[in-house]
T-cell receptor, first 114, second 110 residues
């Protein structure tokens, strides 16, 4: 158990809908990262937040957005869902001192878009 | 374009064998290289390598980084069925994002 929690574990929804994935980082970690894992793309970095501020962006679609709240939990919002958005979404956290700390991954949320 | 390439993509061996998994990278603003093991769901952290030539060990697993030749290897000795998993190599870029390889699917047969 990495100490990173994610809810829900599974999510099944229809095309065009909007969902919110939630992540609580390990105690003391200020940095949260979101990744998408699909069969054809592997693990892809989406976005990083540090202490409430966006720090880095990867290949995140405009339909997706994220935020980190004062209690450091983070939410990833996915809207206008398409079939191709079906994937495992992981959250990771680190305390990010700026020298590349280890990222610890949560159990993931499996999103299925029908 | 930043890339991390792992080989082989798939490997099937017998229990007790020794395996070597390879990872080569071309990534700008390299900070460190990490190995993860992914079984059913979340990748679990194995090693973080920052300096060239220094081997990291944990039980039957060991890993080393060559920053000149831009590659790393992960060795597993005396393999057990519980070692069956996908092993992921990732490069930490700019202390922010991890760039992952495709993974090596390792299957250990009894």
């Amino acid at each position: 158990d990495s100490g990173v929690t994610q809810t829900p574990k599974h999510l099944i929804t229809a095309t065009g809908q909007r969902v919110t994935l939630r992540c609580s980082p390990r105690s003391g970690d200020l940095s949260v990262y979101w990744y998408q894992q699909s069969l054809d793309q592997g693990l892809q970095f989406l976005i990083q937040y540090y202490n409430g501020e966006e720090r880095a962006k990867g290949n995140i679609l405009e339909r997706f957005s994220a935020q980190q709240f004062p209690d450091l939990h983070s939410e990833l919002n996915l809207s206008s869902l398409e079939l191709g958005d079906s994937a495992l979404y992981f959250c990771a956290s680190s305390d990010w001192t700026g020298w590349g700390d280890t990222q610890y991954f949560g159990p993931g949320t499996r999103l299925t878009v029908l | 374009e930043d890339k991390v390439v792992q080989s082989p993509l798939s490997l099937v061996v017998h229990e007790g064998d020794t395996v070597t998994l390879n990872c080569s990278y071309e990534v700008t603003n390299f900070r460190s290289l990490l190995w993860y093991k992914q079984e059913k769901k979340a990748p679990t952290f194995l090693f973080m390598l920052t300096s060239s030539g220094i081997e990291k060990k944990s039980g039957r697993l060991s890993s080393i980084l060559d920053k000149k030749e831009l590659f790393s290897i992960l060795n597993i000795t005396a393999t057990q069925t519980g070692d069956s998993a996908v092993y992921l190599c990732a490069v930490l870029q700019g202390a922010q994002k991890l760039v992952f390889g495709q993974g090596t699917r390792l299957t250990i047969n009894p």
